[in-house]
């Protein structure tokens, strides 16, 4: 089993529609998560962190973290063609926390 | 502020040639990551450095890889003896301290071996 698993998509949203991401991890990654947009030939974009059970929202996304199953998510309300992206998951890993564990990424596509 | 930044963009080297890729953090960020990442897959860890340290070098493949950060601030990545399986986008992050706190990405450096 990877450490952090994504559904590599793609996720196909309608303009305006809600996208919602999920990410599942093992007992290897610690409790702290972060989302990153990545567009094609970019690198990695972080927008969302998040260190505690329950949900944290910043503008169009929420980011959902539930310890006990061991998932975390990401919803992107009124997705927008600019949206169409991948988003990738990633769990700290190591003793001091210190290394981000990614999954795959998740290839979304918003169609206006 | 200014951004990591990362140099060369792009490197096209030979197989068997030795390449160095730099990498500037944020001002003020004390620690820095490198990572390296192959086409359709995430960013695989491949070391962090808390000031002039290597504190976690686990990720790196094998004794080809080495890097640095002679002065707290930038570091460079080395590779000897390049191989064709080498290639991948190279990438570089910052935060201001170690875990848990963001780590920003640099725009990579995409490294070719022929």
């Known amino acids: 089993q990877k450490e952090v698993e994504q559904n590599s998509g793609p996720l196909s949203v309608p303009e305006g529609a809600i996208a919602s991401l999920n990410c599942t991890y093992s007992d290897r990654v610690s409790q702290s998560f972060f989302w990153y947009r990545q567009y094609s030939g970019k690198s990695p974009e972080l927008i969302m962190s998040?260190?505690?059970?329950g949900d944290k929202e910043d503008g169009r996304f929420t980011a959902q973290l539930n310890k006990a199953s061991q998932y975390v998510s990401l919803l992107i309300r009124d997705s927008q063609p600019s949206d169409s992206a991948t988003y990738l998951c990633?769990?700290?890993?190591?003793?001091?926390?210190?290394?981000?564990?990614f999954g795959g990424g998740t290839r979304v596509l918003v169609k206006p | 502020g200014a951004g990591v930044s990362q140099t060369p963009s792009n490197k096209v080297t030979e197989k068997g040639k030795y390449v160095e890729l730099r990498c500037d953090p944020i001002s003020g960020h004390t620690a820095l990551y490198w990572y390296r990442q192959s086409l359709g897959q995430g960013p695989e860890f491949l070391i962090y450095f808390q000031g002039t340290g290597a504190a976690d070098d686990s990720g790196l493949p094998n004794d080809r890889f080495f890097a640095v950060r002679p002065e707290g601030s930038v570091s460079t990545l080395k590779i000897q003896r390049t191989e064709r399986g080498d290639s991948a986008v190279y990438l570089c992050?910052?935060?201001?301290?170690?875990?848990?706190?963001?780590?920003?990405f640099g725009p990579g450096t995409r490294l070719t071996v022929t």
């Open positions: 992050a910052s935060s201001p301290g170690p875990s848990p706190y963001e780590q920003y």
């Open positions: 998040i260190y505690s059970n």
């Open positions: 990633a769990g700290a890993e190591g003793a001091a926390g210190n290394k981000l564990t």
